[in-house]
């Protein structure tokens, strides 16, 4: 008996042992240069350096995700396609009534960050702080557009959540990629954007549109003169992340590989530092954490969906 373990033992390691023998994708379900995209190949680039084979990043933007999602679980389960769940696999599973896969599908493996929303307006909207901006937007219902990635996202669910908090009406803009939508903040076409800070505050820095609130619970370290939107009396604190998922069937030695790798990567110095400037926070995870987030994000979302009517 003892002989059978350990032949087995050996038929296991030899399996997945060499993992990788060869590239891997990391798919992310937005456009390249957005607050998913930047963090993706930061990882990808140092995840292919500890395990000795290239992690190519591939952008497959639209559906708010769906489309690289199923673009991942089509693929064989071997770890060779991976991608970089947000919270909008959650969301899309309590908004959408036929989605083409469940969360039982993805096999979690570890979360990358967590980030804050900022508030932005384009520079030519006559409100230079967060209260001038909700005065015009009451002076002007259904005038000003806000960008979303489309129906049921988490930009749509924020800014539809900020218009009841505030009392404003405003016309929802649907694009592919968070990229897309504040190109055309920046360029006047919409008024306003609620965005991961990671994509917003190098513009703000660079004085191409005004950052006027940010839904973290403290004013953040990367812009301590914005203010929250706790302070401005609202009940208000959300969040995203990010993590890395596989296909549900994966086996259980890659994951653990995976793992411990990407961990590392997300612990390093130098991607802690990345996060801090972006005004996110580096956080890895065990898989079962990054479930349970998973799971908890999915329950939010649906009671959301519920309130503003969101079934799609």
Not at 287 to 306: G, M, V, W
Request: aromatic share 8%.
């Amino acid at each position: 008996m003892r002989a059978l373990v350990l032949l087995l033992s050996a038929f296991c390691s030899a399996a997945h042992g060499q993992y990788p023998e060869k590239p891997i994708r990391l798919v992310v379900g937005f456009s390249a240069g957005g607050p998913t995209d930047l963090p993706a190949r930061f990882i990808a680039d140092r995840l292919g350096a500890m395990l000795g084979q290239r992690v190519v990043v591939e952008n497959r933007p639209g559906a708010a995700g769906q489309i690289a999602t199923q673009d991942v679980l089509s693929k064989p389960r071997d770890g060779y396609s991976l991608l970089l769940c947000t919270h909008f696999e959650a969301i899309n599973a309590a908004v959408y009534r036929s989605v083409p896969y469940t969360l039982a599908d993805l096999a979690p493996v570890t979360q990358v960050s967590r980030y804050y929303y900022g508030v932005v307006a384009a520079n030519d909207v006559p409100a230079h702080d967060w209260d001038e901006f909700v005065a015009y937007a009451r002076a002007n219902p259904g005038k000003l557009n806000y960008g979303m990635l489309g129906k049921g996202s988490a930009q749509h669910i924020l800014a539809l959540e900020l218009g009841k908090l505030t009392g404003t009406e405003m016309v929802g803009i649907p694009y592919k990629g968070g990229a897309d939508a504040l190109a055309d903040v920046l360029a006047g076409r919409v008024q306003m954007y609620v965005s991961p800070t990671l994509a917003v505050l190098p513009p703000y820095k660079a004085g191409r549109v005004r950052l006027l609130a940010v839904s973290s619970p403290e004013r953040l370290a990367a812009a301590p003169e914005i203010p929250t939107l706790v302070e401005k009396g609202l009940p208000f604190v959300r969040f995203g992340w990010l993590g890395v998922c596989a296909g549900a069937g994966t086996p259980q030695p890659v994951i653990t590989i995976l793992n411990r790798e990407i961990a590392a990567v997300v612990q390093s110095a130098d991607y802690r530092a990345m996060s801090d400037k972006a005004g996110t926070v580096a956080l890895s995870s065990t898989p079962e954490e990054l479930a349970k987030i998973l799971a908890e994000t999915f329950e939010q979302a649906a009671k959301i969906s519920r309130e503003f009517g969101l079934q799609l």
